[in-house]
Nanobody, 120 residues
């Protein structure tokens, strides 16, 4: 069974940094695009950043120049380095992995989320 487990969230002051990690486990052959989404209370879930299996990236305008997404395909892990954090970045951050091929299925998976709180 495939699972995505996030880590690295926490409480940080404005201007600080955090690094999120998301590891995919299970009988995984390949993974397509991996990404980070976030959802603040009362708001819709939004894409923060995504990275393809080949390393192509895209970012939400609100985080460009501050956040960096990367992945280690050998470890089935995706990272989100978040610098110059702002109170508006406060949200639950969710990892997503698309097109995970197990040899039997090819599905999209979500992690359970990790909380990021930025104090002013």
């Amino acid at each position: 069974q495939v699972q995505l487990v996030e880590s690295g969230g926490g409480l940080v002051q404005a201007g600080g940094s955090l690094r999120l990690s998301c590891a995919a486990s299970g009988n995984i052959f390949t993974i397509g695009t991996m990404g980070w989404y976030r959802q603040a209370p009362g708001k819709q879930r939004e894409l923060v950043a995504a990275i393809s299996s080949g390393g192509a990236t895209n970012y939400a305008n609100s985080v460009k120049g501050r956040f960096t997404i990367s992945r280690d395909n050998a470890k089935n892990t995706v990272y989100l380095q978040m610098n110059s954090l702002k109170p508006d970045d406060t949200a639950s951050y969710y990892c997503n992995a698309d097109n995970i091929y197990t040899g039997l299925t090819r599905l999209n998976y979500w992690g359970k989320g990790t909380q990021v709180t930025v104090s002013s």
